[in-house]
């Protein structure tokens, strides 16, 4: 870290906050891949069903942010995060929203609900997320949900070419990222607008800028424990002998 260098200009901050852009999972060989209809049914399932874990656990993230936020104004605005995915009596939410895809692509509910698809990669890396929000100041866990600065492209994309390159998904497990695509530039805005007023040395700013990075590698490594499993037909314990079971 530069501790003396001067800091940056909020244009320059915010430019370089969204150069990381270039690490986004988006460029991940998985999501290349389903953006070109190359996924197998099997692995496009096995994706809905893994990023099922991150979505119920976006909430508990937000949640921790709460907690540890001092400022009501703050407070008020940031708690609609977790409306959008728990739902409430007036909308479904998110949560609802994404399990609707899994059923779309021929999961049923018990198994996306059950967990038991989801990787020991995939849990890692989203549990080291929580944790993160839990034990950071509420301004660094705050930073890190700026990967939503990326996330419109990939709802756009998903909208625009999965009715075509997976025909056989039901178009109503769609809504999600229609929903997202209003959702994510509000929570975006509220986000970048604490970043860039919070991190104003150029130490914290750089510091932001390792938080960002440390989210995208959550999200990256995500997609390595999947392509592990479904693409190199690796999953986890392969090659190991299974445990007797006690008669």
Same mark, same amino acid.
């Given at each position: 870290?530069?501790?003396?260098?001067?800091?940056?200009?909020?244009?320059?901050?915010?430019?370089? %906050?969204?150069?990381?852009?270039?690490?986004?999972?988006?460029?991940?060989?998985?999501?290349?891949?389903?953006?070109?209809?190359?996924?197998?049914?099997?692995?496009?399932?096995?994706?809905? &069903?893994? #990023?099922?874990?991150?979505?119920?656990?976006?909430?508990?993230?937000? !949640?921790?942010?709460?907690?540890?936020? +001092?400022?009501?104004?703050?407070?008020?605005?940031?708690?609609?995060?977790?409306?959008?995915? /728990?739902?409430? /009596?007036?909308?479904?939410?998110?949560?609802?929203?994404?399990?609707?895809?899994?059923? &779309?692509?021929?999961?049923?509910?018990?198994?996306?609900?059950?967990?038991?698809?989801?990787?020991?990669?995939?849990?890692?890396?989203?549990?080291?997320?929580?944790?993160?929000?839990?034990?950071?100041?509420?301004?660094?866990?705050?930073?890190?949900? %700026?990967?939503?600065? =990326? &996330?419109?492209?990939?709802?756009?994309?998903? %909208?625009?070419?999965? +009715?075509?390159?997976? +025909?056989?998904?039901? +178009?109503?497990?769609?809504?999600?990222?229609?929903?997202?695509?209003?959702?994510?530039? #509000?929570?975006?805005?509220?986000?970048?607008?604490?970043?860039?007023?919070?991190?104003?040395?150029?130490?914290?700013?750089?510091?932001?800028?390792?938080?960002?990075? =440390?989210?995208?590698?959550?999200?990256?490594?995500?997609?390595? &424990?999947?392509?592990? !499993?479904?693409?190199?037909?690796?999953?986890? =314990?392969?090659?190991?002998?299974?445990?007797?079971?006690?008669?």
């Amino acid at each position: 870290m530069s501790t003396q260098a001067p800091a940056w200009s909020r244009e320059e901050f915010e430019a370089r %906050l969204r150069g990381l852009g270039s690490l986004y999972h988006i460029h991940h060989p998985y999501h290349v891949r389903m953006h070109e209809g190359q996924l197998s049914r099997e692995q496009i399932q096995g994706w809905v &069903a893994n #990023r099922y874990y991150y979505q119920i656990s976006i909430p508990r993230k937000d !949640a921790a942010i709460l907690a540890n936020c +001092p400022d009501r104004d703050t407070r008020r605005r940031w708690i609609q995060r977790i409306v959008d995915h /728990d739902g409430n /009596d007036a909308q479904e939410g998110g949560i609802e929203a994404w399990t609707r895809l899994g059923i &779309a692509c021929g999961l049923d509910r018990e198994t996306i609900e059950s967990q038991r698809l989801v990787l020991p990669g995939v849990r890692f890396a989203v549990d080291a997320y929580v944790n993160f929000a839990r034990s950071a100041s509420w301004q660094e866990a705050a930073c890190s949900s %700026l990967t939503e600065l =990326f &996330a419109p492209t990939i709802h756009r994309q998903r %909208l625009n070419h999965w +009715p075509d390159r997976y +025909p056989w998904i039901e +178009p109503e497990g769609l809504q999600y990222f229609r929903n997202r695509l209003t959702e994510a530039h #509000r929570d975006v805005q509220h986000g970048l607008a604490i970043t860039l007023e919070h991190f104003a040395s150029r130490l914290q700013q750089e510091r932001a800028l390792e938080i960002l990075r =440390f989210k995208l590698e959550v999200l990256w490594t995500m997609c390595d &424990a999947m392509w592990m !499993a479904y693409v190199a037909e690796l999953p986890p =314990f392969t090659g190991c002998e299974a445990p007797a079971v006690p008669a």
